[in-house]
């Protein structure tokens, strides 16, 4: 049995009347009439609010953001208003790819729920498995930043189901409907779900029906997503103790910012298995990470946005550098951590490039040092000369030592080393400046 609609351009549309997908708004159809190919009906239930939903999609109809669909991305959003004798009931809208399923799979620590096609083309455990999934990052980043750089679009219900993936990593984002719409920060119609597990922690302090929504909002969602398809896991599932011990819900972990990697994670009991490859990851990776949850935490305007995001991971894919992570040991699923919890410190932000060059500074500088010291102490006279060569090349070698480059220490061991750093640089001045002392005194 089929129906038949008509849209606001007065064209008679026939749907099928079985769905092929349901919400809980309300379902999807095919729709068999001739015209455009690759376009879906949805119908919403009649028990809501009808009036207000269609005053909604009368907006994102003729609000379309341009470039919504492509080779590699298609955003899914409305396109004509459906009635019903004159009464709205619904919308068209893009089909999602050919060959599409929800990204929720590849979103898992396992891959079961995947053929094994896909299963090889994603392996986290490969190159080229681990390749291919951010690769479908940057595909599924260049999809959200067309919605998002209009300004007036916060999908605010961003998540893994959400998102329509195909083998060959073309992605279609759906559920578009229920996004917050705003102009000038004025809302105008407000985001009617969101999920938990993929909420910022300013989200409790924010009335989703009558406050407006940031963008900065569906930048942690994102960078959440994107943790979740490249290890398996969401970055705040972990057992905490002390002050923590009761924060048992992802979205109470969430308000408290114990992301697994920062600074609380002192606090950790239990950790899964899966968050120990977060070290495979590029470190350019990590730091978006580390800016989503730790950074965006205190100041969530300090969140990559798309754009950042889609930059980024492309400049991996280009450089080759994506490794395979380590496969995951299912003799128990988790690893104990044995940690104090009395007064922890917390963990800084790692910058390990920074200490690297450092070092190499310090060495440098005590090869031309010790160099000019043996030479006066062979000679058993001090030359002018090479004092102030030496002063001249400690002047130089410290504008890398000011204060606004120096990097946040990550672990006790580049913190010994950045101390050794100062202290062999420091001794190495009042060498200098003792050499050149006892030169005017005449004494050696």
Same mark, same amino acid.
């Given at each position: 049995?089929?129906?038949?609609?008509?849209?606001?351009?007065?064209?008679?549309?026939?749907?099928?009347?079985?769905?092929?997908?349901?919400?809980?708004?309300?379902?999807?159809?095919?729709?068999?009439?001739?015209?455009?190919?690759?376009?879906?009906?949805?119908?919403?239930?009649?028990?809501?609010?009808?009036?207000?939903?269609?005053?909604?999609?009368?907006?994102?109809?003729?609000?379309?953001?341009?470039?919504?669909?492509?080779?590699?991305?298609?955003?899914?959003?409305?396109?004509?208003?459906?009635?019903?004798?004159?009464?709205?009931?619904?919308?068209?809208?893009?089909?999602?790819?050919?060959?599409?399923?929800?990204?929720?799979?590849?979103?898992?620590?396992?891959?079961?729920?995947?053929?094994?096609?896909?299963?090889?083309?994603?392996?986290?455990?490969?190159?080229?498995?681990?390749?291919?999934?951010?690769?479908?990052?940057?595909?599924?980043?260049?999809?959200?930043?067309?919605?998002?750089?209009?300004?007036?679009?916060?999908?605010?219900?961003?998540?893994?189901?959400?998102?329509?993936?195909?083998?060959?990593?073309?992605?279609?984002?759906?559920?578009?409907?229920? $996004?917050?719409?705003?102009?000038?920060?004025?809302?105008?119609?407000?985001?009617?779900?969101?999920?938990?597990?993929?909420?910022? @922690?300013?989200?409790?302090?924010?009335?989703?029906?009558?406050?407006?929504? @940031?963008?900065?909002?569906?930048?942690?969602?994102?960078?959440?997503?994107?943790?979740?398809?490249?290890?398996?896991?969401?970055?705040?599932?972990?057992?905490?103790?002390?002050?923590?011990?009761?924060?048992?819900? $992802?979205?109470?972990?969430?308000?408290?910012?114990?992301?697994?990697?920062?600074?609380?994670?002192?606090?950790?009991? *239990?950790? @899964?298995?899966?968050?120990?490859?977060?070290?495979?990851?590029? @470190?350019?990776?990590?730091?978006?990470?580390?800016?989503?949850?730790?950074?965006?935490?205190?100041?969530?305007?300090?969140?990559?946005?798309?754009?950042?995001?889609?930059?980024?991971?492309?400049?991996?894919?280009?450089?080759?550098?994506?490794?395979?992570?380590?496969?995951?040991? *299912?003799?128990?699923?988790?690893?104990?951590?044995?940690?104090?919890?009395?007064?922890?410190?917390?963990?800084?932000?790692?910058?390990?490039?920074?200490?690297?060059?450092?070092?190499? $500074?310090?060495?440098?500088?005590?090869?031309?040092?010790?160099?000019?010291?043996?030479?006066?102490?062979?000679?058993?006279?001090?030359?002018?000369?090479?004092?102030?060569?030496?002063?001249?090349?400690?002047?130089?070698?410290?504008?890398?030592?000011?204060?606004?480059?120096?990097?946040?220490?990550?672990?006790?061991?580049?913190?010994?080393?950045?101390?050794?750093?100062?202290?062999?640089?420091?001794?190495?001045?009042?060498?200098?400046?003792?050499?050149?002392?006892?030169?005017?005194?005449?004494?050696?």
């Amino acid at each position: 049995m089929r129906r038949i609609l008509t849209t606001n351009r007065g064209t008679e549309v026939t749907i099928e009347a079985q769905s092929f997908d349901k919400g809980g708004e309300g379902s999807v159809h095919r729709i068999t009439t001739s015209g455009p190919p690759n376009v879906c009906a949805k119908i919403f239930h009649s028990n809501k609010n009808l009036e207000a939903i269609e005053r909604k999609i009368k907006y994102m109809a003729y609000n379309v953001p341009t470039n919504a669909i492509a080779n590699n991305y298609k955003v899914c959003w409305p396109k004509d208003i459906l009635y019903d004798n004159n009464k709205f009931v619904g919308y068209t809208m893009p089909l999602a790819f050919t060959g599409s399923q929800t990204l929720y799979n590849l979103c898992q620590g396992n891959n079961n729920k995947l053929p094994d096609n896909w299963k090889n083309k994603f392996d986290r455990y490969s190159n080229s498995g681990m390749t291919n999934r951010v690769k479908l990052c940057v595909n599924i980043s260049a999809a959200l930043y067309i919605i998002q750089r209009m300004n007036s679009y916060v999908i605010a219900d961003l998540k893994p189901q959400n998102v329509m993936i195909t083998l060959n990593g073309k992605v279609s984002i759906i559920d578009c409907d229920s $996004i917050q719409i705003s102009s000038n920060n004025n809302l105008l119609f407000p985001a009617r779900v969101a999920t938990p597990d993929y909420m910022p @922690p300013e989200s409790t302090k924010i009335d989703l029906q009558n406050e407006s929504i @940031p963008s900065y909002w569906d930048f942690f969602s994102m960078a959440v997503m994107y943790y979740q398809v490249f290890l398996g896991i969401h970055p705040y599932t972990a057992s905490f103790t002390g002050k923590y011990e009761n924060s048992n819900t $992802i979205q109470s972990k969430i308000s408290e910012g114990l992301f697994v990697h920062g600074r609380q994670k002192s606090f950790i009991n *239990t950790l @899964p298995p899966p968050h120990n490859n977060y070290e495979y990851l590029p @470190p350019s990776l990590k730091h978006l990470f580390i800016r989503a949850f730790e950074y965006g935490h205190v100041n969530p305007t300090s969140r990559p946005d798309t754009e950042e995001w889609g930059k980024t991971l492309y400049a991996e894919v280009e450089q080759n550098s994506i490794k395979g992570m380590k496969p995951i040991p *299912t003799h128990t699923g988790r690893i104990h951590i044995e940690t104090s919890v009395s007064n922890p410190a917390p963990a800084p932000v790692p910058h390990p490039k920074k200490v690297k060059k450092y070092l190499f $500074i310090a060495l440098l500088y005590q090869l031309i040092g010790r160099g000019i010291y043996y030479l006066d102490y062979k000679n058993k006279t001090p030359n002018k000369k090479r004092i102030y060569f030496r002063l001249f090349i400690a002047a130089i070698l410290g504008i890398f030592l000011i204060p606004f480059d120096i990097p946040l220490i990550s672990f006790i061991g580049d913190l010994a080393a950045f101390i050794g750093l100062i202290t062999t640089y420091l001794i190495g001045i009042i060498e200098t400046i003792s050499l050149y002392v006892n030169q005017l005194n005449n004494k050696y």
